[in-house]
T-cell receptor, first 109, second 116 residues
């Protein structure tokens, strides 16, 4: 079992829909990051979380440390949100950095 | 401010050769991290350099090495290339070390390495 699991692996939705991407992890962590990767490879760091909730524009990220779970929400989704979203955790015992396999999101106009 | 730059962007090598990739961080950033991305394994952490010192290392064989210069530019080297080393190699910079605890990282566009 992977130490960081993302679901769903693939998601296709209509423009305007509310999107939720989940990340579960099995190790103790100091921080969790959400990354966005567009076709062509460029990666953008969206959020760094160690507790609670953060919001940036239409994106909201939450983390529940006790349940070892984080979610990334996109409100009023748009075709330009189409990308791969990757969850990454920073282990608190050995400074290990572990990535999820990513969620491929496709928003249809 | 200029972003993170990586050179070359594309590279083709043959098995057994070695390769050196370069990463120039954002001005003022002192931490550079390297990552390998493959379709099968996804993103994996290679190593992090801060102030010319390796601060953290992932689970890669010794064929993968790196260094950082006094101007914070970093290079990674892969010796005795194998077919499985074909990947997108990304570097990221941030102002401080142990970047995942404190900061977002700024990623470069990557170098796509193909090993034939």
């Amino acid at each position: 079992k992977n130490e960081v699991e993302q679901s769903p692996q693939n998601l296709t939705a209509q423009e305007g829909e509310f999107i939720t991407i989940n990340c579960s992890y099995s190790v103790g962590i100091s921080a969790l990051h959400w990354l966005q990767q567009h076709p062509g490879g460029g990666i953008v760091s969206l959020f760094m979380l160690s507790s609670g909730k953060k919001k940036h524009g239409r994106l909201i990220a939450t983390i529940n440390i006790q349940e070892k779970h984080s979610s990334l929400h996109i409100t009023a989704s748009h075709p330009r949100d189409s990308a791969v979203y990757i969850c990454a955790v920073f282990g608190n015992r050995d400074d290990k950095i572990i990535f999820g396999k990513g969620t491929r999101l496709h928003i249809l106009p | 401010k200029a972003g993170v730059t990586q050179t070359p962007r594309y590279l083709i090598k043959t098995r057994g050769q070695q390769v050196t990739l370069s990463c120039s961080p954002i001005s003022g950033h002192r931490s550079v991290s390297w990552y390998q991305q493959t379709p099968g394994q996804g993103l994996q952490f290679l190593f992090e350099y801060f102030s010319e010192t390796q601060r953290n290392k992932g689970n890669f064989p010794g064929r993968f090495s790196g260094r950082q210069f006094s101007n914070s530019r970093s290079e990674m080297n892969v010796s005795t290339l194998e077919l499985g080393d074909s990947a997108l190699y990304l570097c990221a910079s941030s102002p401080t070390a142990r970047t995942y605890l404190y900061n977002e990282q700024f990623f470069g566009p990557g170098t796509r390495l193909t090993v034939l």
